[in-house]
């Protein structure tokens, strides 16, 4: 069956400091993968995909990256945070296609002091 | 545009009741419906999902219907318990990556 990893599951960091959360899928073959950020009682907020091995589309213009180094293997960073970047980051990976469900990894909570 | 609206905000309920959540998408061309739950400080977990072929689905005590062409979906429980207190959310599916999601229902069963 499939799993997905994400860790870890809190943060705090100082504004400017950088930024690595990791995701990792087990159990699948070419997912696609997906970075999503949830601001305290707010909606949902797609920031990567990824379809691919290096193939990453960015959805909101911001201070953050995302790197598909390998397969089932997804990294969201940052060079330098801003208060505005605390959330809740959510990894999530889906079959290929619009049929697929969605499936979403544990959370990190981070808090950018 | 595509909006997705989740009425009510929040539900309490008594243990054992029926209930029905709601979600209403304003363009009917959509893939699929998505429904998820999401207990707090949490990840969301999958519940059902609904093709856009379709009219219904069922998982246990949770069945979801949808209409297209009133932009509707429904999340029905049976028998509410305490453990199903949880932020219930849809997302209507409107391209292969994309999910348009709703702000979400809380919903507290009280024992």
């Known amino acids: 069956s499939q799993t997905i990893h994400q860790w870890p599951a809190t943060l705090v960091q100082p504004v400017g400091s950088p930024l690595s959360l990791e995701c990792t899928v087990e159990g699948t073959s070419n997912p696609n ?13 797609l920031l990567f995909y990824s379809i691919g091995i290096g193939q990453i589309s960015s959805e909101v213009p911001q201070n953050l990256s995302a790197s598909r180094p390998q397969d089932r293997q997804f990294i969201l960073s940052s060079k330098k945070l801003l208060l505005s970047d605390s959330g809740f980051y959510l990894c999530a990976w ?9 499936f979403f990894g544990s959370g990190t909570q981070l808090s950018v002091l | 545009k595509q909006e997705v609206t989740q009425i009510p905000a929040a539900l309490s309920v008594p243990e054992g009741e ?18 998820f739950r999401q207990d707090p400080g949490k990840g969301l977990t999958s519940l059902l999902l609904i093709q856009s072929s379709q009219r219904e689905q069922t998982s246990g005590r949770l069945n979801a219907s949808l209409d297209k062409s009133s932009g ?27 999910l348009i999601w709703g702000a979400g229902t809380k919903l507290i069963i009280k024992p």
């Open chain 1, 33 to 45: 993968l997906y970075w999503y950020r949830q601001a305290a009682g707010r909606g949902l907020q």
């Open chain 2, 18 to 35: 029926n209930l029905v959540l709601n979600c209403s998408f304003t363009d009917s061309a959509i893939y699929n419906l998505q429904w």
């Open chain 1, 94 to 102: 889906s079959g290929a296609g619009s049929r697929e469900k969605l």
């Open chain 2, 72 to 98: 509707r979906s429904t999340l029905y429980i049976a028998a509410s318990q305490p453990g199903d207190s949880a932020t219930y959310l849809c997302a209507a599916v409107v391209s292969n990556y994309q």
